[in-house]
């Protein structure tokens, strides 16, 4: 088989020679193109692995140091303010009213527990609110910290009418659940 194409090529014109060493090493190119590609991703995927293991070991390596702090940090809380999904909800539509806020909505709540500490998150909107019930609503919020805390705060002028703001938030409380 090496023989017969050795012979072909050897009886071929010297234009016709190039031609074929010039597709051949277009060929190897375009296969070279393509290994590239994937070793860049494998290097990229191995850097990224590297760097989340890492993480997760230095994360290990102060495991007691954390639950040092976490212990210490929720003894600080009194469980009794401590706000449930339904609770927190009823504190900020409170808080709200009291602003003089009536515009709100607030979307799906998300709870995550690990048994002792749960977390309870509230998307909550406010629709065409004035800048000082606005500002009267978020020192009311910012009271009730650290058992209410924002997550997300994001501020916008209303469309149709720009003396107006429109407020986003994303709310947390931590329930002590003992």
């Not at 020679?17 to 290097?43: I, Q």
């Not at 799906?108 to 609110?129: E, K």
Request: glycine share 6%; net charge positive.
């Amino acid at each position: 088989m090496i023989r017969a194409l050795r012979a072909f090529f050897l009886g071929r014109l010297l234009r016709e020679k190039l031609l074929l060493v010039v597709f051949a090493l277009l060929g190897v190119l375009m296969w070279l193109s393509g290994y590239s590609k994937r070793l860049g991703a494998f290097w990229r995927e191995q850097r990224s692995t590297t760097s989340a293991l890492a993480d997760q070991q230095r994360w290990l390596d102060n495991r007691k140091a954390l639950e040092a702090a976490a212990d210490k940090a929720a003894g600080r809380l009194e469980a009794a303010k401590t706000l449930d999904g339904t609770r927190l909800l009823a504190a900020v539509v409170a808080l709200a009213n009291e602003a003089g806020l009536r515009n709100t909505a607030s979307g799906s709540q998300t709870d995550q527990s690990n048994g002792q500490v749960s977390i309870h998150t509230l998307p909550f909107t406010i629709n065409r609110a004035d800048w000082e019930s606005l500002k009267k609503f978020y020192v009311a919020l910012s009271a009730r910290a650290p058992y209410i805390g924002i997550e997300k705060f994001t501020l916008n002028a209303d469309r149709a009418n720009p003396a107006l703001l429109n407020l986003q938030l994303t709310l947390t409380s931590v329930e002590i659940v003992r």
